[in-house]
């Protein structure tokens, strides 16, 4: 991808470094997505992005693809290069060894042991640093890492297909052919997600209706498989389910204490983990299962669960993003709705909650937002036949 264009803004350098740091989604992860593009007289010199089993860091790999024509060049990286000894070495260290002689970094590192060091050592070395550029976007890229290192549990994005009044499921099981609610590529976009995340997470409800694969068909490579966790308090999972059936030692089940070994021991021996935890009121607590995750390194968690694991999980404050496809369909009142059970909240209640104007805002741009994509949708998609699914 050598480029040889007149002359790039430094705005554009960052887009390449960007674009090279997304080649390793799926790959980098539990660390963060970095590109680094070495750049010299307006011309690329080499580029390199981090992958998690490659274990170098994407500056040293630029650096070494560079050679001696990194001297007095500019390097270009979406993340502040690190200063600390983990698995490799400074970057700062390699950086100044090379003879670099300006940084452009989009953001500092979130990770506590950088944040800051390493823009300091490079100044300190008398290198021109210059950050903020496309921080946005950089700051998008890796929000799952910030996450993760800062709070010790993962970020979680709850995904939903929704029919325009709301609902995610109908009142019977869907018959056979129908099982969808949203379209083709509404379910693309979903495979998207699953890929770009560690892990995807489901009530026992969803598996008895639905019998999800859960799995992440992209046919794109990944270090890790994706982990598929269930939340079964009873540990009611079928043996013939689709989940244990194609289980690989991806499928991660959290039970209540107290559960029938012999159930355990034939999950097990199916390739199936199971994981006790203590139980409060009926459920395992969400906050102990993004902990004991967190511990696993994984820093992202699709939530593609039914109607009470979603409200529990919104009222406990734990959804960070939220995916909604919208289908110009309706199911009527009756249907199962996005939210529901003992841990449903009203929209009003999540305002208080996040008790900021912030907060209020990002809902009417929501529902701004779902007017537009329903509009859109209808516009587009003209009539679809019904397809839907049965969740609970
Ligand atoms: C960079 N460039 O390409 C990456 C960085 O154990 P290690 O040595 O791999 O260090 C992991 C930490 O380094 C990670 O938590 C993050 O702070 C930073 N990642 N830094 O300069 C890179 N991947
Ligand atoms: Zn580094």
């Not at 009142?333 to 009203?346: D, H, K, N, Q, Y």
Request: glycine share 8%.
């Amino acid at each position: 991808m050598s480029v040889q264009t007149a002359t790039r803004t430094d705005q554009q350098w960052m887009d390449l470094a960007l674009e090279l740091a997304r080649q390793g989604e799926a790959l980098a992860s539990p660390n963060p997505l970095v590109g680094a593009v070495v750049v010299r007289e307006n011309t690329e010199v080499a580029h390199a992005f981090h992958t998690y089993d490659g274990i170098k860091h994407a500056e040293v790999l630029a650096l070494e693809a560079a050679g001696a024509a990194a001297r007095g060049a500019t390097l270009y990286t979406n993340l502040e290069p690190c200063s600390h000894h983990g698995r490799t070495g400074p970057c700062v260290e390699a950086i100044i060894e090379a003879g670099i002689g300006r940084v452009v970094a989009a953001m500092p590192d979130s990770n506590p042991n950088v944040n800051g060091r390493g823009f300091e050592r490079l100044r300190t070395a008398s290198i021109e640093v210059v950050t903020g550029i496309r921080e946005e976007e950089a700051r998008r890229l890796n929000e799952a890492f910030a996450c993760w290192v800062l709070t010790g549990r993962p970020l979680v994005t709850l995904k939903a297909g929704l029919t325009l009044d709301g609902r995610i499921a109908g009142v019977s099981a869907p018959t056979p052919g129908h099982r969808w609610i949203t379209s083709e590529e509404s379910r693309a976009q979903v495979q998207r997600l699953r890929h770009q995340s560690d892990a995807v997470l489901t009530g026992i409800g969803t598996v008895l209706a639905d019998d999800p694969y859960l799995t992440d068909r992209t046919g794109e490579p990944r270090r890790r498989p994706l982990l598929r966790v269930v939340l079964d308090a009873g540990l009611r999972l079928p043996l013939d389910s689709q989940l244990v059936r194609n289980a690989q030692n991806d499928v991660l089940v959290f039970c209540g204490e107290d559960i029938w070994m012999g159930k355990r021991l034939r999950l097990e021996q199916r390739g199936v983990e199971t994981l006790e935890l203590k139980e409060a009121a009926g459920r395992i607590s969400l906050h102990a299962v993004l902990g004991k995750l967190a511990e696993r390194q994984i820093t992202s968690l699709l939530l593609e669960a039914g109607a009470q694991v979603n409200a529990y999980a919104v009222e406990m404050g734990l959804v960070d993003k939220v995916w909604l496809f919208y289908a110009p369909k309706f199911l009527g009142a009756e249907a199962v709705p996005l939210l529901a059970g003992p841990g449903a909240i009203s929209t009003t209640i999540i305002a208080a909650q996040a008790g900021a104007a912030a907060h209020i805002a990002a809902i009417l741009a929501c529902i701004l937002l779902v007017c537009a994509l329903t509009w859109i949708t209808l516009k587009l998609a003209g009539p679809i036949g019904a397809r839907m699914a049965s969740r609970t």
